[in-house]
């Protein structure tokens, strides 16, 4: 049996594989407000006509300021929902399941005048000084990921993923490197996960579908968070009801960093093993066969694909041919496909 494409339920949702489009910036908003645009119907629907299980979009800011770039997709305003929910609508017309990752990039938002953080501390020189959250501030964007989580499920959206990694608002928080705060958000490991905590409940109290947490599970730091810390997290994480944990990794401090086919593995198997929560695996991995080994060895749950879906938007399909698995044609390719 082929795991890689054996179905798979969440909650109230069932993707019909095991292969997930990984979140990836766009950055194709050309009026700047946050809108989808054709271009990102394009590149949606293609992967879900490709027959990948679930399309997981771009990190979505919840407020304005919480952009990567101007040209970052939004979920801040309830003028975005209709437009999201055509795509939804269309991404289930291939059979595909829809999520949404939602996001606030913290101190490296680029093109904002004022940028947020835990603590005053650039990520680099290329950046500006962030401005310290306060409680006031704090409360404002728990709100927001909460707003975004209402927004989504009237958007239809299957399930959703909250951004904790690369370095972005929430893993600000979770990082002894970049929170030096002195009260209940910075400190221990316990004080320095409430952020995140807070977001999960704003957010399971708007989103009743499947939530997934994205983490970076290394940091490639000596001061940053050790395993130890991660499996906390995690261990947190599955007590708050998350579905799964999608296992990054990098992003808090600038590190070079060796990468190589499933660098990212060992960490997303160590936390699913001792935490015993669902995890997903992203990082290079590019073949079918590669896929099928972390599956088949209980090293994760899910395959998240990036970097090869936006070679090969039927990757699924290169995929099955490895594995001699017929995977079954959209009716409009079927001819071609064999």
Same mark, same amino acid.
């Given at each position: 049996?082929?795991?890689?494409?054996?179905?798979?339920?969440? #909650?109230?949702?069932?993707?019909?594989?095991?292969?997930?489009?990984?979140?990836?910036?766009?950055?194709?908003?050309?009026?700047? &407000?946050?809108?989808? !645009?054709?271009?990102?119907?394009?590149?949606?629907? $293609?992967?879900?006509? %490709?027959?990948?299980?679930?399309?997981?979009?771009?990190?979505?800011?919840?407020?304005?300021?919480?952009? =990567? !770039?101007? #040209?970052?997709?939004?979920?801040?305003?309830?003028? /975005?929902?209709?437009?999201?929910? *055509?795509?939804?609508?269309?991404?289930?017309?291939? %059979?595909?399941?829809?999520?949404?990752?939602?996001?606030?990039?913290?101190?490296?938002?680029? &093109?904002?005048?004022? $940028?947020?953080?835990?603590?005053?501390?650039?990520?680099?020189?290329?950046?500006?000084?962030?401005?310290?959250?306060?409680?006031?501030?704090?409360?404002?964007?728990?709100?927001?990921?909460?707003?975004?989580?209402?927004?989504?499920? *009237?958007? *239809?959206?299957?399930?959703?993923?909250?951004?904790?990694? /690369?370095?972005?608002? =929430?893993?600000?928080?979770?990082?002894?490197?970049?929170?030096?705060?002195?009260?209940?958000?910075?400190?221990?490991?316990?004080?320095?996960?409430?952020?995140?905590?807070?977001?999960?409940?704003?957010?399971?109290?708007?989103?009743?579908?499947?939530?997934?947490?994205?983490?970076?599970?290394?940091?490639? /730091?000596?001061?940053?968070?050790?395993?130890?810390?991660?499996?906390?997290?995690?261990?947190?994480?599955?007590?708050?009801?998350?579905?799964?944990? &999608?296992?990054?990794?990098?992003?808090?401090?600038?590190? #070079?960093?060796?990468?190589?086919?499933?660098?990212? =593995?060992?960490?997303?198997?160590?936390?699913?093993?001792?935490?015993?929560?669902? !995890?997903?695996?992203?990082?290079?991995?590019?073949?079918?066969?590669?896929?099928?080994?972390?599956?088949?060895?209980?090293?994760?749950?899910?395959?998240?694909?990036?970097?090869?879906?936006?070679?090969?938007?039927?990757?699924?399909?290169?995929?099955?041919?490895?594995?001699?698995?017929?995977?079954?044609?959209?009716?409009?390719?079927?001819?071609?496909?064999?």
């Amino acid at each position: 049996m082929t795991k890689l494409f054996t179905p798979i339920t969440y #909650k109230n949702m069932t993707i019909k594989n095991r292969i997930v489009m990984s979140p990836m910036c766009m950055y194709s908003c050309e009026d700047e &407000d946050g809108k989808l !645009t054709p271009f990102h119907l394009t590149h949606y629907i $293609s992967r879900a006509v %490709g027959q990948i299980g679930l399309i997981m979009l771009e990190a979505s800011a919840v407020e304005p300021a919480g952009r =990567i !770039t101007a #040209k970052d997709l939004g979920i801040w305003d309830d003028a /975005h929902v209709s437009g999201l929910r *055509e795509l939804v609508h269309e991404l289930h017309r291939y %059979g595909s399941k829809a999520g949404i990752q939602l996001a606030h990039a913290g101190r490296k938002a680029e &093109d904002e005048e004022i $940028s947020y953080a835990p603590s005053p501390l650039r990520f680099n020189e290329r950046y500006q000084e962030p401005s310290e959250l306060d409680r006031q501030g704090i409360n404002r964007i728990i709100k927001a990921f909460g707003e975004a989580a209402r927004r989504a499920k *009237e958007a *239809e959206f299957d399930m959703v993923e909250i951004h904790a990694a /690369h370095g972005y608002l =929430i893993n600000e928080f979770l990082s002894p490197i970049a929170n030096q705060r002195t009260d209940e958000y910075g400190g221990s490991k316990e004080n320095r996960f409430r952020f995140l905590q807070e977001v999960v409940e704003a957010v399971s109290k708007e989103f009743t579908g499947p939530i997934f947490v994205r983490i970076s599970t290394d940091e490639y /730091h000596q001061e940053g968070n050790t395993l130890e810390d991660f499996l906390y997290y995690a261990t947190q994480l599955k007590e708050l009801g998350i579905d799964l944990i &999608d296992c990054s990794s990098g992003g808090v401090v600038p590190a #070079k960093i060796n990468t190589y086919p499933g660098y990212q =593995i060992k960490r997303c198997e160590t936390i699913k093993h001792t935490v015993g929560i669902p !995890t997903g695996a992203v990082g290079l991995i590019t073949t079918g066969i590669q896929a099928e080994e972390i599956l088949q060895n209980n090293r994760a749950d899910l395959i998240f694909i990036g970097r090869s879906l936006l070679n090969n938007p039927y990757w699924a399909k290169e995929a099955a041919d490895e594995l001699n698995y017929e995977l079954e044609a959209p009716k409009q390719y079927a001819r071609g496909w064999k």
